[in-house]
């Protein structure tokens, strides 16, 4: 006797099309969570860590270079607030600019003065704070010293100790010796505002040079012993290849910050005697804001500026040939 088992075929075969066709469609929260993927996320920290950097270059660098081309395309009458369109007038101006051969004149031998000063001096202090020996801490940290200081406070100190009654030349007559007026002659002049630019940076370069020696490894300069290389030999073949990429950095700093000197030229000699301390950036300040010629001023501005990128792309594309790193 067989017996028939109920059937539920309506049920059962319409039970997959009913899970199929009643499922609810993809919540919202799973695209979303699709959409913000990980890299996603890493972008965005990324662009949050730049952005402060970013703001501050678009803020203090790119709408001030934007400004300065426009203003140098106008005449500006700060006054009155009038613009007047004179198209390249200003830099055509550059080319018939009695006084812009001494400026530039002044710039270089200032510049070249501070940097060359500066970076031996720099390097010659690193060396020889470089050892272990007693009180090296304290010299360290004496010729570091000025960077800390402000640099219009550690100028007006300068001021009073090279006056014609100042402190250097009180300290030279206990020799016999009768100082000049080292801010009213030009060479003179000129040679103060350089030491005391080279005096007040030179421990950047220092603390530079004396991270770049500590990190040459000892091995080498015992290695040269044992062969029977002499000190002067070990600097030349060992140490300036290595810390050439400090020197590199280094050079690119001093540059750029002898070109910006300001403070020092306008506390203690106001560009003078004559023209024989103004270097281009007083130049800038005394058209812009002195005489009133904004435009002619600003077109000054992008002249240094010009100046600024050229000296530091040269030394970039040169870096092959004598930083050490380097293919």
Known sequence: MTTTRPTTRGASADA??????????????????????????????GYL????????????????????????LNDWNIFTGELQFVGGDHYAALLEDPQLPSVLGATAIFSGGVVALNIALGLALAVMLNRRFRGVTLFRTLFFSPVVVSVVAWTLVWGFLL?????????????????PNWLQEGPTAMAAVIVTQVVRSVGINMVLFLSALQGVPGELYEAARIDGARNSTMFTRITLPLISPTLLLTAIITIV????????IAVLTQGGPGLSTTVLVYYVFQQAFDFNNIGYGSTLALMLLTFVMLLTVLQWQLRRKWVFYED
């Open 16 to 45: 997959p099309r009913g899970a199929a066709t009643d499922a609810p469609p993809p919540s919202t929260s799973k695209r979303a969570g699709r959409l913000w993927t990980m890299a996603r996320r890493d972008a965005l920290t």
């Open 49 to 72: 860590f730049i952005s402060p950097q970013l703001i501050g270059v678009l803020v203090f660098v790119l709408i001030p270079v934007g400004l300065a081309i426009y203003y140098s």
């Open 163 to 179: 006056q014609d009654n100042g402190g250097i030349n009180g300290f030279l007559a206990q020799f016999g010796v009768v100082g």
């Open 257 to 264: 910050g002898a070109l910006q000197a300001f403070a020092q």
